[in-house]
């Protein structure tokens, strides 16, 4: 039999099976180094503009102190917060407690398009994660502190529909909540009052009892997403993408605050502006709509009498108080809804005031397209301009989007406490 010769010298043509092997191996070296560049982070460029923009959103600072609550920080007033927000005994059918609509496995959230406690509720529920940084609550502003809000969703028939002195009877019936208020805020008063401060008493320990829940939502935050962590490096200089925020996700970044200018209203490091805008996602079955968002939420502010102007707020004077003395109806504020954060935004479907939009692919394709936006004729300009973002501009924004959770800090709070009962 006669062997290939590697070594020969003659003139004979290399064989051909040692060729073809070397053109494997060469291939496959190309093929190699081609996928090695291709999965280097590819550095997306950045102009000095764009990049001092990014960095006004993130990370998130420690969550403020309220002065109109001073057991804001009070670590004993945040644990009987806690107990408040899972008892299920204070609501009219012993079933519902804030964790109902605010479930920590959800992010705080209930993952329906409109909230169901005691009955069908009108709204999306908002989030509490992170809420301590608002500086108005609810979708339409109706609530200036965390603590005046809390004591909403009790007095809410479709909520947990109980009256005041309600809430501080079947506190006073349950032995662990009862002898936790009166550690933290001294003795509970009778619940069967008539007199006017009788009345105002029950009032002044409501006022306690929201007070408390917001010290425990105030410990609610998330910890930095993959964006801030792009962030820090990018103050150090270093705008590559990384495992957890890819170029896609830094081509979004650059559109937020570039050409699609979200950052307009989805600004600082709560990705919201804290104001209210009509951006008009239109509704199911394109439904004409009807809830007046902050022009009656400026109603509702002024009329309630835990605002932070009034006798119960511990700073009535400050300027958290003169914020709202000085906000007014306008008509422009017709269908207005506070600009919602975009922190962990991936993991709260659905969307928008009435859950409305399911996906975040939805809402992008809302912004690029303004399909079905409703405009109102009372308003002298439409807000948006239509994006036309192309499919890889999509998938860019969806990416960053994606990039914005971060876990939950106070991981006590995801298991409710277990000494509630009755
Ligand atoms: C039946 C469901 C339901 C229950 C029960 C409920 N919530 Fe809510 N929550 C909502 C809805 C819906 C909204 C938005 C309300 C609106 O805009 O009118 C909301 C809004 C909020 C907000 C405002 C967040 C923001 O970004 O402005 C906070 C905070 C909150 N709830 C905390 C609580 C607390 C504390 C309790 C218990 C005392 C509670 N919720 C009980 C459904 C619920
Ligand atoms: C003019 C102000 C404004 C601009 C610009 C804007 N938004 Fe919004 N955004 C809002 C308001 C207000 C809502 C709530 C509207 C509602 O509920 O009806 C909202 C809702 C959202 C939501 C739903 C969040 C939730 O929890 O329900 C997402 C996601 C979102 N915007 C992303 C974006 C992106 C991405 C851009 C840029 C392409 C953008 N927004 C531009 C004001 C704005």
Partial sequence: MNFPDAHSTSNTPMPTRFASQRAQVTLLIVLLIGFTLWNMPQPVSLSEQEKRQLLTLGPLPAPPLDPTNRW???????DFGRDLFFAT???????VSCATCHKPDLYFTDGRAIAMGLDLGDRHTQGVLNAAYHKWFHWDGSEDSLWSQALHPFQSP????????????KIADNPLLQTKYQDIFGPLPQANASEPQEIDAIDKAFSNVGKAIAAFERTLITEPSPFDEWLEALRMGNALPTPSFSSGAIRGAKLFVGRANCIECHNGPLLSDDQFHMI??????????TDRGRIDGVVALHDDPFNTAGKYSDNPNGERAKITLATQSEPDQWGQFRTPSLRNVANTAPYMHQGQLSTLEQVINFYSTLEGAVSLDHHSESVLKRLDLSPLERQDLLLFLQSLSGKIANSDAIVPPQNLAP
């Fill in 89 to 95: 005994s204070l609501s009219a059918n012993n079933s």
């Fill in 72 to 78: 804001s920080g009070n670590p004993q007033a945040a």
């Fill in 158 to 169: 479709s909520e947990m529909g109980l009256t005041r002195a309600q809430v501080i009877e």
């Fill in 280 to 289: 008009g996602v239109p509704l199911a079955d394109n439904a004409l709509p």
